[in-house]
């Protein structure tokens, strides 16, 4: 196989300088320095470059490998020697995963360097950031293969002869895949070994492939036995079907729905009152300059054993801005980002907070040389140098809860200073982080197991923080003064005169009895103590508790879930609605994925896929119908394809668990054989079977013209004429 | 029987798309012969030999070489046998000596004295790059490297496309040095019916994708055979001739080209001719241009034109 090889990588080295330049310019790009950068997503941007730069690269060199190797006198003068069509084909697996991993590992290792070389004194980086472009850029390489795989495929559309390209995008899907949130080293190696895994089926499909690309384009005598063909094509298939829908289900929206709004999903709120809402709520956004807060838009009261319609209009304007959303609670789950952002990325132009996945929280400000500005730990705050200190178990600022005023009456630098007093919690205790100052004094120890920070008005901003620990929920009142002995302190920086805060916790209850499991459960609290808590399984069940009049038991009732419905936007248009609420709602959780796939939209959660698919009885008969369909349209395919019987009864079956995939799968993997009329029984009967299909004929031989001359025993009888 | 033959085709059948290019193709070539294959551009000759190398699958059909299923060939196989591409392709980008080292290195066997005897007689530098080659000696280079794997069998198609007559000689010299021991087969696709008549002591003829002629050479000769007759209203009855090749006006004269003439066919033409009937002498090459011929016509507007004129002749 070496001189083989030796040829591949002579003939395809010159596009090794092509792969470097085009790899380095867009890592170049994702990693020049910048005050407005989110360094939370680096591993993201360096994953995206490497998966477009790479597949495109590996789609490229696959096809120049092999474009001028599949005509006819350059194949024939490959194949004819003494060496296995298989070695024909990874000498250029090897060669082109040579080139492509020098073209790719090259920009990424100087990268990795480079990090390593400014550390995080420049910016949160860390070589180990690069591990995730690297693992995208493994993946890429798929499409090398699956790009042979198209070239020697026989296919009579263009269409079609791209299915093996089509086949192995889901493999481009996989490092986005965290199977294990605690560890990112295991994350990894997961996701390596199930590249790894892909690659190989896809490669063996592309040499199985590639040694058969001499058969006759009647593949259909095929019974593909090949299971990693089978496997590309079918992929493909359902590849094609999910994106075909997509741009379906786009191509509906944009023709029926309008004008629509984004980030519009249903919550549940509740209002001054303590009473649950359900309705269309609307994230904050900012039009014109404008900031707008995040407000419900429609909705009514959940009342015991109805339904709640969050389409109904809001009685007054006002409404919407009384109504709060209420919050899951939560811990942070390390992931897979090494520097993470504060919610709040930007403070008023101080700088930039990233939590750093050892357990720190760095302070830049990119105008300065070094940016780092200082490293906070549970128990110290740092100016430079390496992080020391005890660090926080899980990321404080994720979801760090930011003091406003209220009662107190301040005037500008003390309204700003007001503003960067946080509260931090982690999983070992609640902190105030003031951000003027840059110190941090714990508010209470204790193992938190769950935990949220209310705000019970998003204006004027108090701050409630509930906590689960040790199985009980603490409900905390967040208080913040000016410290009375001194209104101001010395400078600690350049940006004007600090003001220090009293920060302290109240406790308001201890409930030692929680509202059924947390786990699938949101919580509110009203100003006035109210607690209400709603979980969603086994049976939509509200619980509500009065801390104010002193309850201890929760008042707890149940109430009709909703019915399903897209969770991602709302359609000014109504007359759209009904339109999709026709739809199976199979065809319509089919159009959602293929419309996030084509980056129209995104998956929140595994929830918001089940909107789709909530009403189990109405489910199920659309899903049995809409299978019973799939299945009489494989067979239709598959006769039309002319597969034997058994083949055909395989794929309906197969029909049960990949529905509509399934005949565009038959599509991709049998070409349809050519058929000319049977001379005996006149039926039509496929060319490259030696008997009729119906009465078993044997071909005809062609007529004799009485001109053949021929020593070997193969002598016409006839001596009629041609023309006779 | 199989054993004997080093190329056997059974009902050999090959479409392209809806298209019939190889038809109910049957051949056995004996081993040590040199068979010359012969037929008209788009005749199917190169689908042919790609069928029998293994290069493409028949649509129905199936063909042996040195006893091997073709489309089964084994690495051990392919060593035995040796195939030049039409157009003699090789990579520009090597030298002369860098093929030689691909060659060596994907063949078991190699007789480095034959190769470089080889170019020498096509006048070539081993240091040269190939795409500074003549189209001769890329030829040259293309047979070296062939015949240096010692093949028992060598399938060459159409490999004097294209050569000067100093190549062509060099061509036909290195073919019949290559199968003085009578051992060697050779199959050998061309245009130039006097290299085959030289080359080859048997010979096949493709038209339309069928194999009509597949015999020696001698044997061919002596089957087909040449009459003039003298115009006269009965001469255009010549198509109704057993055996017909083909017929074509010289002078005042129909000369036809007939195959296999017997008693029948000697009747018919006294009932035609008369005695104005007269057998003349045919070669090899006139033979074979007669079946090439009879296949060009069937393809041109004459054709249509000589089925009309039969018309006219029946209504008459």
Redesign the interface.
């Known amino acids: 196989m070496r001189p083989l090889i030796e040829k591949e990588l002579r003939e395809n080295l010159k596009w090794l300088p092509v792969g470097l330049l085009v790899f380095g310019v867009a890592l170049a790009y994702c990693v020049i320095p910048g005050g407005s950068k989110d360094y939370s997503a680096t591993e993201s941007t360096l994953s995206a470059s490497a998966v477009m730069i790479g597949s495109l690269f590996a789609l490229a060199l696959g096809v120049a490998q092999s474009a001028f190797d599949v005509r006819t006198a350059s194949k024939s003068y490959l194949w004819h020697r003494a060496v296995t069509p298989r070695a024909i084909f990874y000498s250029k697996l090897i060669a082109g995963g040579l080139i492509y991993a020098i073209a790719a590992l090259v920009p990424l290792a100087i990268t990795a360097a480079w990090f390593g070389s400014q550390g995080i004194r420049f910016a949160p980086v860390r070589p180990l950031q690069v591990v995730p472009a690297m693992i995208a850029a493994l993946a890429c390489f798929s499409l090398h293969p699956a790009a042979i795989f198209m070239m020697v495929r026989s296919a009579r559309w263009f269409g079609t002869k791209l299915f093996p390209v089509f086949g192995v995008l889901p493999v481009l899907l996989i490092p986005m895949i965290e199977p294990f949130p605690e560890s990112i080293l295991i994350s990894y190696l997961f996701a390596t070994l199930a590249i790894l895994v892909c690659i190989a089926i896809v490669a063996k499909a592309a040499e199985n492939a590639w040694c058969k690309s001499v058969a006759s384009d009647e593949g259909a005598t095929e019974s593909l036995q090949d299971w990693t063909r089978t496997t590309v094509l079918c992929s493909a298939g359902a590849v094609a079907f999910i994106i075909g829908f997509g741009f379906l289900g786009m191509f509906l929206s944009s023709l029926f729905s309008g004008n629509i709004i984004p980030s519009s999903y249903p919550r549940y709120g509740i209002d001054a009152a303590g009473r649950l809402w359900y309705g269309q709520h609307v994230s904050s956004s900012v039009e014109g300059g404008i900031l707008k807060y995040p407000q419900f838009i429609s909705g009514s009261i959940v009342q015991e054993g109805k339904v709640p319609n969050p389409y109904d209009e809001l009685a007054e304007k006002k409404n919407k801005k009384e109504i709060l959303p209420i919050y899951q609670l939560g811990r942070y789950q390390g992931g897979r980002i090494l520097f993470q952002a504060a919610s709040q990325a930007v403070i008023f132009g101080v700088g930039q907070r990233y939590f750093d996945h050892r357990g720190f929280v760095l302070f830049y400000n990119f105008k300065k040389r070094p940016a780092l500005q200082s490293i906070i730990s549970r128990d110290s705050s740092h100016l430079f140098g390496e992080a020391v200190g005890k660090p926080f178990d899980g990321n404080p600022i994720r979801s760090h809860g930011m003091m406003k005023s209220s009662d107190m009456k301040l005037n500008d630098d003390q309204n700003m200073s007001l503003r960067l007093q946080e509260i931090w919690v982690d999983q070992n205790g609640v902190y105030h982080f003031n951000g003027k100052l840059r110190t941090i004094q714990a508010l209470a120890e204790m193992k938190i197991e769950d935990s949220a920070l209310i705000r019970t008005d998003q204006v004027r901003g108090e701050l409630r923080l509930m906590v689960v620990s040790a199985g009980k929920l603490h409900l905390y009142e967040v208080h913040c003064a000016l410290k009375k002995n001194r209104e101001a302190v010395a400078f600690v920086d350049e940006s004007g005169p600090p003001t220090e805060f009293e920060v302290s916790l109240e406790k308001i209850a201890v409930l030692l009895k929680l509202p059924r499991s947390l786990d699938n459960c949101q919580i509110g609290i009203t100003e006035d103590r109210k607690i209400v808590s709603v979980c969603f399984a086994p049976q939509p069940t509200v619980s509500t508790l009065d801390c104010a009049a002193g309850e201890s038991e929760w008042n707890t009732w149940t109430f009709q879930k909703p019915p399903a419905d897209r969770p991602d936007v709302e359609f000014n248009d109504k007359q759209f609605k009904p339109l999709v609420s026709q739809l199976p709602s199979i065809v319509v959780g089919t159009c959602y994925i293929g419309s996030a796939l084509a980056g129209e939209t995104y998956i929140r959660s595994w929830s918001d896929l089940m909107y789709y698919v909530n009403q189990i009885t109405t489910f199920m008969v659309l899903a049995t119908i809409g299978t019973i369909l799939a299945m009489i349209v494989t067979f239709w395919v598959a006769q039309h394809r002319r597969l034997s019987t058994g083949l055909k009864v395989r794929w309906t079956l197969w029909a049960i668990f990949l529905g509509w995939g399934t005949p565009l799968a038959i599509i991709a993997a049998y070409v349809k054989p050519r058929t000319e009329p049977c001379s005996r029984c006149g039926k039509t009967r496929r060319i490259d079977l030696s008997t009729c299909e119906h009465c078993r004929a044997e071909w005809e031989p062609p007529a004799n013209e009485g001109i053949e001359i021929c020593d070997d025993g193969f002598q016409r009888t006839s001596r009629q004429p041609a023309n006779a | 029987m199989l054993n004997d033959l080093a190329i056997e085709a059974r009902?050999l059948?090959?479409?392209f798309?809806?298209r019939m290019v190889v038809?109910?193709f049957?051949l056995?070539i004996p081993r040590g012969s040199v068979t010359g294959l012969l037929g008209l551009n788009g005749a199917g000759k190169t689908t042919t030999l790609?069928i029998l190398?293994?290069?493409?699958?028949?649509?129905?059909g199936e063909s042996y070489l040195l006893g091997k299923n073709s489309?089964c060939l084994?690495?051990?196989d392919?060593?035995r046998?040796g195939?030049t591409?039409?157009?003699h392709?090789?990579?520009g980008?090597m030298t002369v000596r860098q093929s030689e080292?691909?060659?060596r290195?994907?063949?078991?066997r190699w007789n480095a004295g034959m190769f470089d005897a080889t170019v020498r007689r096509f006048g070539i530098e081993p240091s040269q790059k190939i795409r500074h080659l003549s189209r001769g000696q890329k030829a040259g280079v293309s047979l070296a490297l062939t015949m240096a794997a010692e093949p028992e069998l060598l399938v060459l198609d159409d490999p004097a496309l294209g050569l000067d007559p100093v190549s062509r000689l060099a061509l036909n010299e290195t073919l019949l040095d290559f199968c003085d021991g009578g051992t060697k087969t050779i199959l050998l696709s061309s245009h130039l019916l006097d290299d085959v008549e030289r080359v080859a002591d048997r010979v096949a003829v493709m038209v339309h994708g069928?194999?009509?002629?597949?015999?020696?050479v001698d044997?061919?000769r002596s089957?087909?055979s040449s009459w003039a007759i003298e115009h006269s209203p009965a001469t255009r009855g010549v198509?109704?001739?057993?055996?017909?090749?083909h017929s074509r006006q010289l002078g005042g004269k129909t000369v036809v080209t007939l195959?296999?003439c017997d008693q029948?066919t000697e009747a018919a033409l006294t009932r035609i001719g008369g005695a104005t009937c007269e057998r003349l002498p045919i070669t090899f090459d006139e033979a074979v241009i007669a079946?090439l011929s009879?296949s060009r016509e069937s393809h041109s507007f004459l054709s249509s034109n000589s089925k009309r004129g039969?018309e006219r002749m029946a209504l008459d």
Request: hydrophobic fraction near 30%.
């Open positions: 009902g059948t090959r479409y798309d809806s038809s109910d049957d056995s790609r190398m293994g290069l493409l699958a028949p649509t129905r489309q084994t690495p051990d392919r060593a046998i195939y591409v039409e157009g392709f090789l990579y980008w080292k691909f060659h290195e994907t063949f078991p069928r194999l009509v002629v597949n015999t020696t044997d061919f089957r087909v198509e109704s001739i057993p055996g017909l090749v195959a296999d029948e079946y009879r039969q």
